[in-house]
């Protein structure tokens, strides 16, 4: 459990990582605001799928929707909760210790799914992404982002200086794009910029599916 010394030291840590991406020409917040405008107007309420340090789900929240941020990592969840000083946006969070491949949540209850430098941290995406599909309601739109090259090298980079590994598994934005297409889902929209790649798909209404499913 963490203590609250631990709480402002992640804080201190975070915001010192915000600078230092800064100053190497990444702006991480105009980077989760650039890939969730690629979705247009999203329906609440909004599933981010890992929470990390809670930038995307602040955002999802700055745009007036309530969001549900999933994550395996409790004391990240308590961080990015921690870190969470607006009460406005903090009301619209719900913080939810889960396995993206196992969601506890009914068939169609979200409006839109969004995950944000995700995909490069699983091994195999297939449980993952047939999961986030489930969940989303017929017609709803899924938001995928995660870093260029030359973004994984940025933060490969500051890793590095820190003396750690950043990891970069095989799961890219086009595989899981093929993947959820295969599914049925339609996709919408492409873009790049602020260092990542972007799709925006949508889930097929249910006279849409392919057949068998």
């Not at 995307?56 to 990015?80: S, Y």
Request: with cysteine; charged share 20%.
């Amino acid at each position: 459990m963490l203590t609250a010394e631990d709480l402002e030291r992640q804080k201190e840590h975070f915001a010192k990582r915000t600078v230092q991406f800064t100053s190497l020409g990444y702006d991480r917040f105009a980077a989760a605001s650039f890939i969730i405008d690629q979705g247009g107007v999203l329906e609440g309420p909004a599933l981010d799928i890992g929470t990390g340090m809670g930038i995307t789900a602040r955002e999802l929240a700055r745009r007036g929707l309530d969001v549900v941020t999933i994550d395996t990592n409790a004391d990240d969840q308590r961080v990015a909760s921690f870190l969470t000083d607006d009460p406005v946006l903090a009301n619209r969070l719900t913080f939810t210790l889960a396995d993206a491949a196992a969601l506890p949540f009914p068939d169609g209850h979200f409006g839109c799914a969004v995950a944000v430098d995700v995909l490069h941290h699983l091994e195999s995406g297939g449980s993952v992404l047939a999961e986030l599909v489930r969940v989303v309601k017929p017609g709803g739109a899924v938001v995928l982002g995660d870093f260029t090259v030359e973004g994984f090298a940025l933060v490969s980079k500051v890793h590095a200086g820190e003396g750690r590994i950043h990891p970069e598994g095989p799961v890219t934005v086009d595989w899981a794009c093929g993947f959820l297409c295969a599914l049925g889902l339609t996709e919408r929209h492409v873009a790049g910029g602020h260092m990542h790649d972007v799709r925006v798909l949508r889930t097929p209404h249910h006279a849409d599916l392919p057949d068998g499913q």
